[in-house]
């Protein structure tokens, strides 16, 4: 069953520092979304991305982060500048319409900001 | 503006017993409904979905939810808990004219006793 894969697993890194978290969505899908959860909260949206640039961003979604198609398989998130308040679990996700979204989530990065 | 929200961070049943997951929606436009697990470590996995049509859907794993829209909820059902049904539980709207966007609820917990 095709899948989306996120790395790394878990990423820790200083306050301060870029990160940028990885996807592989799945190969003919055209949508993608990444999405965070704070521990014990619920998963935001942060933003998606379609033929090249972003649709749809939420007001999470500043300066301090932009995304990525480098190539034809990877979808990335960078953060610039990490802050305490960036450590979340990371979903990346990935669907074929636009519409009716039977998104496929990947597995998630944890970001721990120290 | 569209908001989920998921009664009980916190259920538990005994295997066997009738699991039921309450969901609560609001939407300024008709909306899509979803439910989302996750199993520890892993990403999130639809379980099912309404769109249109009837309002009682059927998931995988034995799980179904019913739209009321009289209500505006979406409770997740299974007759009959198994301990592999142990995981997290997300809610989730999708605005019908957009679909670009799930707003999830804080998730619900759930436990299965032996």
């Known amino acids: 069953e095709p899948e989306v894969t996120q790395t790394p697993s878990h990423q820790v890194t200083q306050m301060g520092q870029e990160v940028i978290l990885r996807c592989v969505p799945i190969s003919n899908h055209l949508y993608f979304y990444w999405y965070r959860q704070i521990l014990g909260q619920k998963v935001e949206f942060l933003v998606s991305f379609y033929n090249n640039e972003i649709s749809e961003k939420s007001e999470i979604f500043d300066d301090q982060f932009s995304v990525e198609r480098p190539d034809g398989s990877n979808f990335t998130l960078k953060i610039r500048s990490t802050k305490l308040e960036d450590s979340a679990m990371y979903f990346c996700a990935s669907s074929d319409t636009g519409y009716v979204a039977e998104a496929f989530f990947g597995q998630g990065t944890r970001l721990t900001v120290v | 503006a569209q908001s989920v929200t998921q009664l009980g961070s916190h259920v538990s049943v005994s295997e066997g017993a009738l699991v039921l997951l309450r969901c609560n929606y609001s939407?300024?436009?008709?909306?899509?409904l979803f439910w989302y697990v996750q199993y520890p470590n892993q990403g999130l996995q639809l379980l099912l979905k309404?769109?249109?049509?009837?309002?009682l859907v059927k998931g995988i794993n034995g799980f179904e939810a019913e739209f009321k829209k009289s209500e505006t909820s979406f409770h997740l059902t299974k007759p009959s808990a198994h301990m592999s049904d142990a995981a997290e539980y997300f809610c989730a709207v999708s605005p019908a004219n957009t679909g670009n966007q799930f707003y999830f609820g804080t998730g619900t917990s759930l436990t299965v006793i032996p």
């Open positions: 939407s300024s436009v008709p909306p899509y």
């Open positions: 309404y769109t249109t049509g009837a309002t």
